[in-house]
């Protein structure tokens, strides 16, 4: 029995009927190609009126295949889908031609669009015929969620899970979680102690009964899929037995090597061989650097061995594997800062009293290695002019093309610092200011109220070479004053560099190993920019804080809160559904060759020793195709991508240079002819 | 390695000590430089502000003049260097431009496409092709005690930044550091000598000088080493005028940074051209290697 096609061609407004003649299109499609029972255009086939005509002509007509001309699959094959499944028909028996992203709105020429609209329309209508109905799978998702990253964004996430009572791992790659903000010393527009805010949640942490804490570890690899990820965590040695180690500290205060600590300090204080980063870690558990530590470089020393009241020190631990299965994957991995030095016209670690904006929150904050004084690099004299610089790396074509977003307000925030602590002008070079988030501008307008000088202008070079009297000793600030119109030399005492945002640099690895993408600035890329900027291409995987992209505190806590309460909506659903585009392998003709085994980028094909055949396991295809292409023998098939769908979907798509007549060339003279053309 | 050479019209008059030293180092670093057959003047910085189709097709024969068999060229002269890759860039980048020069190249049966020669400053060679270990390797008298304030200037570093960065430029710093001198972090390294300032604003000429005089001098420079016969001719020939009016007293040798090589390679100072300084350079190096006559250190 023919099938019975319904075509509908969608005006979308004027997004495609201004270039196609949409009219044209339906009653070409209904005039030439064969077995389209209905053909119709209308205003906007999503709307619920829209979907109201397809169900009706699926009753009223007994129509067994849809089309529609519309927009891209990924806004409203959902959509159509659903209303085909509502009229009885199953969804897979739908087809979506491209008509606007791909036809309407990449040309004005009025006649090629509607002609390449008809093309589009044939190559489906033609495609639909050899559809069959296929039936979605449904997986249970395990209610364990691994989050990578224990900076705020992925404290939140975690707390939110655990707090719901779902189990969360944890992995960090640091001796302690906090992040960034455990660094900081005050958090802008409010002038909140980070600390105050932010302990009180690195604990509930590390004590909250669903939380498995794995500190100083990282994500070695991650295989599965949605609800069902199998995932490998590298647990870094501490040389520290965690069970035994009481955190009483004694190992670090004897600790006789003393080195510069590029990490927690930002390379501004030090710490010791064996150490915990900060007086509140968590956890307390110190770790020995092993590059530094005495005993493994030189084979001398253990001191920590032998005061360790608890006997906790282990020098033979070794790095372990830790292998756990959860459903849903959350990384929130964060940023490293733009290395300064990258700008030598500004002298960073050239001038001494060149600071990185790292730096200088380590100076501020009363646990840092000045205690919170505001001093040179000498470690006592008291700066009479500081001037901050903007944008270092960030908006800048050479380096980073992106606003960091948080620059400006932690440049107002360190502007009130100083002007609070010492009797210094503060001087800020900005660019543009940007201060549009809730009660930022008025933290702007403060500064300015306190006296902060603000000069405008993208300064030239930072430089101790004096020309005048006044400018022996300082460092002089180079820049045009584009307000005033000129040049200006301004001397200063210490400058800050506000150093750009930038992806961690192991980013894009730790993408490929879960399996999504970064954008052409290094960060993490979201399944959508406005709708869905937690979700990720790959189902099961989501992301927040600042490895999706700069943004401040409040932001970052945001999207930790909204990627759980995704994770947590699917772990209370209990099951995701699995497409059924899947691969699938017909034994009598499988050779056992298993070319497919190694090719398969998601691991999803098994080898039956026994039988001598390959299978797909359907929970983990993607559908992906590489196995059906790469077959020697044809023996795999690629459900809703057949061999003769696609063909006959070629088939359509060359239309106009049919053979003349309205012949149509069997799809086995095309396939002779791609097998001839080798 | 072979390498088409530009000398430039100041290297034959008032920078021949660049011209010698240069051959010189070349030389002894096995860099073979074969002099492009009846060259012009590059048109220096002037010509490109005026006409650009003309200054572009002066610099182009010069160009359409190298060996086909050789693909480099090297220029020591920063203006030449600049106006030799500008005009192949320009020529790559317009095509209307190059159809037009290469037209007026015709005229004299030449043609160049633009691409087929690289351009390089003889710093870059030096650094990059050469390298650290076979510079050190030619030391015989190592600088140790001579405090060099390595110059860069403008044309050299920017606007096209193939091998050092625009804004603070290291490779010069860099290779005296292979030759064992004392290298002076010289902040005013790439700024500007002012140029052909001192023939239309005297006043404001004599502040771009004195403020690299200046920078050196604070710093305890023994002598300033420089890449660009200009930036050598305004510090060196114009000195004496900037003491006079700012009541200064800078006495601070401006030579090559090619003498300084040669001088490490032991190269007698009569053949890299010493002596044709206005301050004099020669007895400062004398002094600070501890050397009683500099041309009598045996050559390897």
Redesign the interface.
């Known amino acids: 029995m023919a099938e019975r096609v319904g075509v509908y061609v969608c005006h979308c407004g004027s997004n495609i009927a201004g270039t196609v003649d949409v009219e044209d299109v339906a009653k070409w499609a209904s005039e030439n190609i064969a077995d389209v029972a209905v053909s119709r255009e209308y205003k906007f086939m999503c709307s619920s009126l829209g979907q109201q005509i397809i169900e009706e002509d699926i009753k009223t007509q007994g129509l067994s295949r849809v089309v529609v001309a519309a927009c891209s699959p990924l806004l409203h094959e959902k959509t159509f889908r659903r209303a085909c499944e509502h009229a009885g028909l199953n969804p897979y028996l739908f087809q979506m031609a491209n008509i606007r992203e791909q036809v309407s709105w990449v040309t004005e020429d009025k006649t090629a669009a509607t002609q390449k609209a008809k093309l589009s329309v044939a190559a489906a209508a033609q495609r639909i015929k050899h559809q069959r109905p296929l039936q979605p799978s449904q997986v249970s998702v395990n209610p364990a969620t691994l989050v990578v990253g224990g900076g705020i964004a992925g404290i939140q996430a975690t707390l939110e899970l655990a707090d719901s009572g779902y189990h969360v791992y944890l992995v960090e790659r640091e001796p302690s979680i906090g992040g960034h903000m455990a660094q900081f010393d005050k958090t802008f527009p409010t002038l909140d102690c980070s600390a105050c805010i932010l302990t009180p949640k690195m604990s509930e942490v590390g004590q909250h009964e669903h939380v498995t804490l794995l500190t100083y570890s990282e994500l070695e690899e991650v295989s599965g899929s949605v609800g069902n990820f199998k995932v490998k965590v590298r647990k870094r040695a501490r040389h520290v037995k965690e069970d035994v180690c009481n955190g009483c500290g004694i190992c670090s205060q004897k600790c006789p090597k003393k080195l510069i600590d590029h990490g927690f300090e930002a390379g501004f204080g030090q710490r010791k061989a064996i150490y915990t980063p900060f007086p509140q870690a968590v956890p307390r558990t110190p770790v020995i650097d092993t590059e530094a530590c005495v005993w493994f470089q030189r084979q001398k020393c253990r001191v920590c061995e032998k005061l360790c009241p608890a006997g906790a020190i282990d020098f033979e631990q070794q790095d372990q594997i830790v292998e756990l299965e959860v459903g849903n994957i959350i990384l929130a991995t964060g940023w490293k800062l733009f290395d300064c030095t990258k700008?030598?016209?500004y002298?960073y670690r050239?001038l001494p009293n060149v600071y990185s904006a790292m730096e200088f929150e380590r100076m501020c904050n009363a646990a840092g290695p000045t205690s919170g004084k505001i001093v040179l690099r000498d470690g006592k004299t008291e700066p009479e002019s500081v001037a901050i610089i903007h944008c270092v790396g960030s908006r800048d074509s050479g380096h980073h093309s992106y606003c960091s977003n948080v620059c400006c307000m932690a440049a107002l925030k360190f502007g009130h610092l100083v002007l609070e602590k010492t009797n210094a002008d503060v001087y800020s070079f900005y660019i543009d200011l940007r201060t549009s988030h809730k009660d930022y501008e008025e933290f702007y307008q403060r500064l300015l109220g306190e006296g902060m000088h603000f000069v405008r202008g993208k300064v030239a070079?930072v430089?101790?070479?004096?020309?005048m009297p006044l400018e022996t000793g300082k460092l002089i600030v180079q820049l045009e004053d584009t307000l005033l119109g000129r040049q200006r030399r301004v001397p200063v005492d210490m400058v800050i560099l506000m150093g750009a945002l930038e992806p961690q640099a192991d980013a894009t690895e730790v993408g490929r190993t879960c399996g999504i993408a970064c954008g052409a600035a290094g960060w993490f890329t979201e399944r959508h920019p406005k709708l869905d900027p937690v979700a990720t291409m790959t189902d099961g995987i989501f992301v927040a804080g600042v490895c999706q992209g700069p943004k401040d505190i409040p932001a970052s806590v945001a999207q930790g809160a909204a990627a759980a309460a995704r994770v947590g909506g699917m772990i209370a659903k209990g099951t995701v559904t699995i497409e059924p585009i899947t691969a699938s392998v017909d034994e009598e003709r499988c050779s056992g060759c298993r070319i497919c085994n190694a090719l398969c980028p998601y691991s999803a094909i098994e080898f039956d020793e026994e039988k001598e055949v390959s299978r797909v396991n359907v929970a983990l295809c993607k559908g992906c195709g590489t196995c059906v292409a790469a077959c020697p023998a044809g023996a795999i098939t690629g459900a809703h991508f057949t061999d003769d769908q696609i063909l006959a979907e070629i088939e359509g798509a060359l239309w106009d240079v049919r053979p003349s007549g309205g012949e149509q060339p069997a799809a086995g003279a095309l396939v002779q002819c791609a097998v001839d053309s080798g | 390695m072979k390498c088409a050479y530009y000398p430039g019209c100041s290297l034959e008059s008032s920078s021949a000590a660049y011209d010698v030293s240069v051959r010189e180092v070349a030389d002894m670093l096995r860099i073979e430089l074969l002099e492009i057959d009846d060259w012009n003047c590059c048109g220096a910085t002037e010509y490109f502000s005026q006409d650009e189709l003309t200054a572009a097709a002066v610099v182009a024969r010069n160009l359409a003049l190298v060996d086909p068999q050789l693909d480099q060229l090297v220029a020591p002269c920063a203006a030449c260097y600049l106006n030799l890759k500008k005009t192949d860039h320009l020529m790559a980048e317009n095509p209307k431009l190059c159809e037009k020069v290469n037209q007026a190249l015709a005229a004299g049966g030449l043609h160049h496409r633009p691409g087929r020669v690289r351009v390089r400053h003889l710093l870059d060679v030096i650094h990059t092709d050469v390298g650290e270990a076979a510079v050190r390797d030619k030391v015989v008298r190592p600088l140790s005690g001579v405090r060099v304030a390595p110059y860069y200037g403008c044309q050299v570093v920017r606007p096209f930044t193939d091998f050092d960065n625009p804004e603070y430029p290291m490779k010069l710093d860099e290779l005296f550091t292979w030759l064992g001198a004392e290298v002076v972090d010289y902040p005013a390294k790439a700024y500007c000598c002012g140029g052909h300032m001192t023939q239309i604003s005297e006043s404001q000429a004599f502040e771009l000088i004195r403020r690299l005089l200046q920078c050196a001098a604070s710093r305890n420079a023994d002598l300033i080493a420089c890449m660009c016969p200009m930036c050598q001719l305004n510090l060196d020939a114009y000195q004496g005028q900037v003491n006079g009016h700012f009541r200064s007293n800078f006495s601070l040798p401006i030579v090559f940074f090619t003498q300084l090589l040669g001088v490490a390679f032991g190269i007698e100072a009569k053949r890299l051209g010493f002596g044709k300084e206005i301050v004099p350079a020669e007895t400062v190096i004398r002094d600070r290697l501890g050397l009683p006559e500099l041309s009598n250190v045996p050559q390897t």
């Open positions: 700008l030598p016209q002298g050239r070079e430089t101790n070479a004096d020309r």
